[in-house]
């Protein structure tokens, strides 16, 4: 053949009868299992097509554009060895929130077979694999603050996003491509004798399958967007230290409304910002450069957004899993009673009595018969159902975790209770409402119910954004709680106290500060890096000056701490040289300039001879105004007033001496003021239910309240020892 113009085009293979259609319980098609078995279907042209579009995406971006002999890949200085490629055939299908699915498309996807066995570190790739994906956590932020601004999201995928991540050179290695794709090229040797030698790939793009590929989209997708969005005017910043995937771009367009939100999971984009325009430029941007497809049917991540307005005029997105839940329902339906139906999660008696050991811990082969009845299966379809839209499940999920080897009749039967009343509930998930208030609230719990096995207790804890919980945990503590109650619950403020501390320093680092009134004209400060120590540095991307908090200045020692507790700290608006070439200063009393430079304070510019003078011209703002939300302490409500007075009280006593030193941190952040720690009566603990199991209505008034559909219990008065 001439290389020149070698395609890659899949024989088409003859068949005299066609195979009906598979579909499963739920009447959704079922996937190919290979490309021969794909082309034995009555559907066999539409995987065809697909198949086709597919090697069309690696013609168009480059990746395989070599073709040579396995003799030609070794004079080229490539011999690791040629890595095998497949092909993937998949039918999608897209929830209609309704809880029935409508078919999206035919897919195929050419794969590098990845496996430890085919690709080895340090042959055929090199470095990091590791690319961060966007947390459930911060994807409900994302929700929370879209309601609260009230845009409007727009949902696209990138095409063929693995395919834009280039290879390193070591990593451009050889490829064997599937028996339907593979060419020949015909060779006569020295003896005149003709041979067939098949012809390999070489690799430009990290393909699927590939170790390295997500690492390597990353590196591509990030690069691109913090370089495009930070000339001509706009200005971009990565969160890159809390949320890796969470964009913040502002648009020059505009005095105030020109602020676009931007969060990535993998290929999947979403998008929301003050001004229609600017977020398709955006979204046009990306769609040039990689190619992109509008997601219209309001799912993301398997989830189902739905956006609206009531008839009061409040402003709503609502995230279910209808038509998952019901699917997972159906797959256990026959192992359930007739019409059967549940009041609550779980009873409280059979919930006890899930155990690893002791009276009620499988027998026999008891627990081999649960595993075969699918108990991991709707263990871990109810796990993934918990974590994105029914938080009442926190503490049946975590309790069926423990015995999750050895399943009892009993934990079997708690596993049906849970997706019987998940699916009672189906039409509801998480509401976000804009009659709510954006600043995030904190509940915690602890149980004294020790397990059997471990001794460990069930500790749980939520944070509320806009009527809804943006992050919520359920689990054991670390450590045995023997001190009693007021131990483990203590356990459990400092790991909740953890997420409340994360929370604050991400909505604290989404910061673009713009300064007026200089002599250079208006400056865009995007976020550049924050230190270990919280230290804040800011940079203007185009004209390379930066906007630092600094605590020594001209050998003055600004970093001790005063008599009153607050810090002489300083912000400094230098160039690039230094803090010598200063052109403007302000005092600032925070702690380390956690909080950024507010609209009032008062900045100082160098005269003529030197000296620094108040200049009411300069002006340093927020644009984005996230960091807002949390300018005043995290208010975190617990019911075990013992436990606030060990950590409102920074002092060892006989009654707290033996908790571990490694949990006292969350001491400074109630006495630096980042936390306004309270008490509560035990029944308005809204995260009593992720620790226990919570009978009759009470359940589903919990549940409601930290799903958006009830409002939350009251807020109770700061506590009169921390007045």
């Excluded at 007033?641 to 006292?664: E, G, Q």
Aim: proline share 4%; glycine share 8%.
């Amino acid at each position: 053949v001439d290389v020149s113009q070698l395609t890659m085009t899949p024989k088409r293979i003859k068949c005299d009868k066609l195979r009906a259609i598979p579909v499963d319980s739920m009447g959704k098609r079922r996937d190919a299992r290979g490309y021969m078995d794909s082309q034995r279907r009555e559907d066999r042209d539409q995987f065809y097509d697909a198949y086709l579009t597919e090697i069309a995406a690696f013609d168009e971006k480059g990746v395989i554009p070599d073709f040579v002999t396995s003799d030609e890949l070794i004079a080229a200085g490539i011999t690791a060895k040629p890595l095998p490629m497949a092909a993937l055939f998949t039918i999608s299908y897209v929830e209609n929130g309704d809880g029935s699915w409508t078919l999206k498309k035919y897919k195929a996807r050419l794969v590098i077979l990845g496996h430890p066995g085919n690709v080895v570190a340090g042959v055929h790739w090199e470095g990091t694999k590791y690319a961060a994906t966007l947390t459930i956590d911060a994807a409900r932020i994302f929700v929370a603050i879209c309601v609260y601004m009230g845009w409007d999201e727009k949902f696209f995928d990138a095409c063929t996003a693995f395919l834009n991540g280039k290879c390193k050179t070591m990593e451009k290695v050889g490829v064997r491509f599937p028996p339907e794709l593979r060419k020949y090229r015909r060779v006569i040797d020295a003896m005149g004798n003709v041979k067939f030698v098949e012809l390999l790939g070489i690799l430009h793009k990290a393909a699927y399958g590939h170790p390295i590929a997500s690492a390597r989209w990353s590196e591509a997708r990030d690069t691109f967007t913090l370089d495009y969005f930070n000339r001509d005017g706009w200005s971009c910043i990565c969160l890159i230290d809390k949320e890796p995937c969470l964009f913040l771009i502002l648009s020059p367009r505009g005095a105030n409304q020109n602020r676009v939100l931007m969060c990535t999971y993998v290929d999947d984009y979403r998008v929301a910002g003050d001004n229609v325009a600017d977020v398709q430029f955006v979204i046009d941007a990306i769609d040039f450069k990689f190619g992109v497809k509008m997601v219209t049917s309001g799912v993301m991540l398997g989830i189902h957004v739905n956006s609206g307005v009531d008839p009061n005029g409040v402003r709503f997105t609502t995230l279910t899993q209808t038509a998952y839940i019901a699917e997972t329902f159906s797959m256990f339906e026959e192992y359930m009673p007739k019409n059967f139906k549940v009041p609550c999660v779980c009873r409280k008696e059979s919930f006890l009595k899930i155990q690893s050991v002791g009276e009620f811990a499988a027998v026999g082969d008891e627990g081999q018969k649960n595993l075969d009845r699918f108990y991991l299966t709707g263990l871990g379809r109810l796990t993934w159902i918990q974590r994105n839209s029914k938080v009442a499940l926190g503490a049946l999920v975590s309790k069926l975790a423990t015995v999750s080897n050895n399943p009892s009749d009993i934990a079997f039967d708690c596993l049906l209770s849970g997706i019987c009343w998940a699916n009672q509930d189906r039409e509801k998930g998480l509401t976000f409402r804009s009659d709510q208030d954006i600043v995030p609230k904190s509940w915690y719990d602890a149980t004294n119910k020790e397990d059997e096995c471990d001794s460990l207790a069930l500790s749980g804890g939520l944070h509320l954004m806009m009527g809804a919980a943006v992050t919520f945990f359920c689990g054991k503590n670390k450590h045995v709680g023997i001190g009693g109650s007021t131990n483990c619950e203590y356990m459990a403020l400092e790991r909740n106290t953890r997420t409340s501390v994360w929370l604050q320093d991400l909505l604290r680092a989404a910061q673009i500060f713009r300064a007026e009134g200089l002599l250079l004209g208006n400056l865009s400060f995007g976020k550049l890096t924050r230190l270990c120590n919280q230290t804040s540095v800011y940079r203007d991307q185009e004209r390379g000056i930066d906007l630092k908090w600094i605590v020594t200045l001209e050998g003055v020692e600004y970093g001790s701490r005063q008599h009153d507790g607050s810090w002489l700290g300083v912000w400094a608006i230098v160039t690039e040289l230094g803090t010598a070439d200063i052109l403007a200063m302000a005092r600032d009393p925070s702690v380390q300039g956690e909080q950024g430079p507010n609209d009032d304070t008062v900045w100082t510019t160098p005269s003529s001879t030197g000296t620094f003078t108040p200049n009411d011209k300069v002006r340093v703002y927020d644009a984005f105004g996230i960091a807002a939300f949390v300018k005043d302490p995290m208010i975190v409500i617990g019911d075990n007033i013992t436990t606030l007075k060990w950590a409102a009280k920074d002092a060892v006593t006989p009654k707290n001496k033996h908790i571990r030193p490694i949990y006292h941190w969350l001491r400074e952040y109630v006495r630096d003021g980042s936390l306004d720690i309270r008490d509560c009566p035990s029944l308005d603990n809204l995260a009593d239910f992720l620790t226990k199991p919570v009978e009759g209505p009470a359940c589903q008034r919990m549940s409601d309240a930290a799903s958006g559909y009830a409002p939350a219990p009251p807020i109770p008065a700061r506590l009169k020892f921390l007045t």
